[in-house]
């Protein structure tokens, strides 16, 4: 089963609102990834976060590592139409490269 | 394109049959990964191989066997399917190292009648 408890399960936002979600986990991780999947595709990278305090923007999208190694968000500002998937958080370490998903937030933008 | 081919795109096959999914990676990464992702698990970790060498393993069923050959490519065999074994199987790679980052195929998805 899935080791990080991601909220929201699902949003429904306005183009334009800004959108934040969160992954935390009990355990320690190394690094923190984020990803974005579209029906019947892999999962793309959004961002990789590698140090704890750690902030990344990439675009409109700003994630951060938590300081405790055990949490981290997303944020996408002024969302737009093809802000529409499913966006997973992912996590690696410290003992080995497997990565653990959550269970993914499903973003729905109105128009 | 994250540079990560699987073929095929799309299998169809019946219960106790074996199937083969193919994965090439990332020119340059010598890892890849093998995970699934059904409705109910979620994305899951399978199995790892590096340089040919198998790594790591995850929950992977004793059906279920993998191998990387000498030119980085992988397979991942699947027998004696189920139908509870339909679902998206993806394949990743990367470089491996401190700042290791796995990027993703776009899946075989496989469906058992």
């Known amino acids: 089963g899935q080791q990080l408890n991601q909220s929201p399960q699902s949003m429904f936002i306005q183009e334009g609102e800004d959108v934040s979600m969160n992954c935390t986990s009990s355990?320690?991780?190394?690094?923190w990834l984020w990803y974005k999947q579209d029906p019947g595709e892999g999962p793309v990278l959004l961002i990789a976060?590698?140090?704890?305090?750690e902030l990344t923007s990439n675009g409109r999208l700003t994630a951060q590592f938590g300081i405790t190694r055990k949490d981290s968000f997303l944020n996408i500002s002024a969302s737009i139409p093809s802000d529409v998937g499913i966006y997973f958080c992912?996590?690696?370490?410290?003992?080995?490269?497997?990565?653990?998903f959550g269970a993914g937030t499903t973003v729905t933008v109105r128009a | 394109d994250s540079g990560v081919t699987q073929t095929p795109k799309h299998l169809i096959t019946a219960t106790g049959q074996r199937v083969t999914l193919r994965c090439s990676p990332r020119s340059g990464d010598l890892s890849v990964y093998w995970y699934q992702q059904s409705l109910d698990q979620g994305l899951q970790f399978l199995i790892q191989?590096?340089?040919?060498?198998?790594?790591a393993k995850g929950n992977i069923l004793e059906r279920f066997s993998a191998q990387q050959f000498p030119d980085l490519h992988s397979e991942l065999n699947l027998s004696s399917l189920e139908l509870g074994d339909s679902a998206l199987y993806f394949c990743?790679?990367?470089?491996?190292?401190?700042?290791?980052?796995?990027?993703f195929g776009p899946g075989t998805r496989l469906t058992v009648l």
């Open positions: 355990s320690i991780f190394n690094t």
């Open positions: 976060l590698y140090k704890a305090g």
């Open positions: 990743a790679s990367s470089v491996l190292g401190a700042r290791d980052t796995q990027y």
């Open positions: 992912a996590a690696q370490g410290p003992n080995d490269y497997k990565l653990s």
């Open positions: 191989y590096y340089n040919g060498e198998e790594r």
